[in-house]
């Protein structure tokens, strides 16, 4: 059985969205390993977003945030990353991240830049940590901006 990680997110209207993985079962014997590969996979989902924290779920802890609105008018929920991954097996996956950071797209493409800085980071910190429905480990084919009307 796999862990649950859900980490929720504020936008500049006060509306909040979450994003919800799966992630190998957390354990005495792994649990400080867990936290610092948790750890960096939310300070990567920061590092995309413009949306502030307010909590994160773990499926042995609650981690609560300050929740304060943030200061950026572009901070909005609607504005998402779509992370489209795949397992060795060829089973295909994807997950939402909300308060897509637009600055981080590759020029004149709607595609996050993956191969350096905060993309890079984040898709090594989902990649160490997310499996997919199946239970298997993931890579990231790409991340790609989308709108979702909620």
Do not use: C
């Not at 909040?16 to 960096?40: F, G």
């Not at 990649?127 to 990231?140: D, M, S």
Request: aromatic share 6%; glycine share 8%; net charge negative.
């Amino acid at each position: 059985m796999s862990g649950k990680l859900s980490y929720t997110l504020i936008d500049y209207g006060g509306e909040k969205s979450t994003v919800k993985l799966s992630m190998p079962e957390v354990s005495d014997i792994n649990y400080s390993t867990a936290e610092t590969q948790i750890d960096a996979l939310i300070s990567a989902i920061d590092g995309i977003t413009l949306m502030a924290p307010v909590q994160d779920t773990r499926t042995y802890v609650v981690n609560d945030y300050a929740g304060t609105l943030p200061t950026s008018q572009y901070a909005q929920r609607e504005h998402k990353w779509l992370v489209q991954f795949h397992d060795s097996a060829g089973n295909r996956g994807t997950l939402e991240v909300p308060g897509a950071d637009l600055t981080l797209l590759n020029t004149n493409e709607d595609t996050m830049n993956i191969d350096s800085g905060a993309g890079a980071t984040f898709v090594t910190a989902l990649e160490a940590l997310l499996l997919n429905t199946y239970g298997n480990a993931i890579t990231v084919d790409r991340v790609v901006h989308v709108g979702r009307n909620i």
